[in-house]
């Protein structure tokens, strides 16, 4: 497969440049994307600006079609998209892999296509007259990450076109293809201009990050490179929303039944590999029931399977790309000389792709870096605590904030604790769950902004407020 690097202004065009991805199942090539340059990201934004006064000017009714009809091409394409995604990020087609991304992104699409921008009267009588209007930014340009690719996507296009933002998104180089395929199919419901990508080398992010016609900037990645983002994004003051990952704490409390929320654990944490923002990364689990919760993931890890994403009964596949793989290992490596117990994993499995088993590293202390660093894959570290207050300290102790849970079979307590966690958003008895109609987003080095529902939308507008 070929696909060209940009699509401005309704137009494919093939940049000069050659962007191979590879498979990460097999290491072979995915495809090849004829790579965009600085210049087209020029004309991306160029043409971006150009289509935005036609863009804000229409009904809010007719920009709601128009993304309501780009989620019915999204459903009708989704399993050329969701094999695409497979072929190119590595998660499952089945299970919580490609189909399920692409069940997700027609459900944000559409709901996304039932928000509106409401103005507020503040004052309305012989004295005064006063009301807030929302009114959409102009260009604003999307940069997103190979983990949820598809998914990360829909969730910066869409709210801002809803807002009557047009649309500049530039994929992660490691995953570009499902992204331009999605670009490409929604011109058909969007007017020329409104929607551009470019994807190609490193270089295109900057020149978009900084460009004076860009009014914001969505950003998903690591808090290193949002802090990039940020600093080029300074000098003309954009507005950003940036969702930086995190490093996830989930507290079992003494009160639960192992066996009961061992499936409910495994999958907060392993969603994806574990590739995902607001999974589970540290999991502190009460002294009296250690060594059984330990036990009860270790069985439930024993069922799931590890395999190429295009076998039906595989539930994880490997991990997307080298660097990845590389920082997995090492950090795993590290936790086992530092005295981590391997409950199972623990050796990445060889042969071809970038495959590594869940691994299950009991007996996990702070300062481990498999602890204190995001480690974005399958590896899951648990640590023993014996005072709530201990737990609740480690767990608030790092810079991340973008989720956490309580597990408790009391759910007023748990709900209690989670309160004390710092975090954008705390889960009981679960961990990340994501809804189109709640707001989505970090504190601390996560980030800031939020993302989903009427909170989300607010993100892409600007008030404007009118005294008469
Ligand atoms: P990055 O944050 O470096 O990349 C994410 C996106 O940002 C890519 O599209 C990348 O494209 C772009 N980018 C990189 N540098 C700049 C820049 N200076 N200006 C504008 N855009 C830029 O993530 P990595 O892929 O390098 O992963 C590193 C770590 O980040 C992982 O180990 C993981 O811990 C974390 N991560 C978190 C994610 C999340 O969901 N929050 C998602 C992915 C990773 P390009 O490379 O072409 O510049």
Known sequence: MQLSGAIVDGEQIAGAGKLDVLDPATGKLAGTVLAASDAEAMAAVAAAKAAFAGWAARSQAERAAAVARCADILERNSEELARLLTREQGKPLGGMGSRFELG??????????????????????????????????????????????????????????????????????LTPLSTLRVVALLQEALPPGVLNAVAGPDSIGPVLTSHPDVAKVCFTGSTRTGIKVMSSAAPTVKRLTLELG??????????????????????????????????????????????????????????????????????????????????????????????????????????????????????????????????????????????????LEQANGLDAGLGGS???????????????????????????????DTPFGGVKASGFGVEFGPHGLDEFVSLHVIHD
Not at 410 to 434: F, P, S, Y
């Open 246 to 391: 995190g490093n996830d704490a989930g507290i079992v409390l003494p009160d639960c039944d192992p066996n009961a929320i061992a499936e409910g654990l495994f999958w907060g944490a392993l969603i994806n590999n574990g590739q995902t923002c607001a999974a589970l990364k540290r999991l502190y689990v009460h002294d009296s029931i250690y060594e059984q919760v330990c036990q009860a993931l270790k069985g439930f890890a024993g069922g799931v399977k590890t395999g190429n994403g295009f076998n039906e009964d595989s539930l994880l596949g490997p991990i997307q790309n080298r660097m990845q793989f590389d920082k997995v290992s090492r950090l795993v490596e590290q936790a086992k000389s530092a005295g981590g117990r391997v409950l199972c994993g623990g050796e990445a499995s060889g042969g071809d792709g970038y495959f590594y088993p869940v691994t299950l590293i009991a007996d996990a202390e702070k300062g481990m870096a498999l602890v204190d660093e995001e480690q974005f894959g399958p590896a899951l570290p648990i640590i023993r605590y014996s005072k709530l207050d201990d737990a």
């Open 406 to 436: 309580v597990w408790s079979s009391d759910i007023a307590r748990a709900r209690d604790i989670a309160m004390q966690l710092e975090c954008g958003t705390a889960w009981v008895n679960k961990h990340g769950g994501l809804r189109p």
């Open 104 to 173: 997700g992104t027609v459900a944000w699409t559409r709901y996304t296509a039932g928000l509106s921008l409401p103005a507020e009267v503040i004052q309305d009588d012989a004295q005064s007259h006063v009301a807030i209007y929302r009114k959409p930014l102009g260009v604003v340009v999307s940069i997103t990450p190979w983990n949820w690719p598809v998914m990360i996507a829909i969730w910066h296009i869409m709210p801002a076109l809803q807002a009557g933002n047009t649309v500049v998104i530039k994929p992660s180089p």
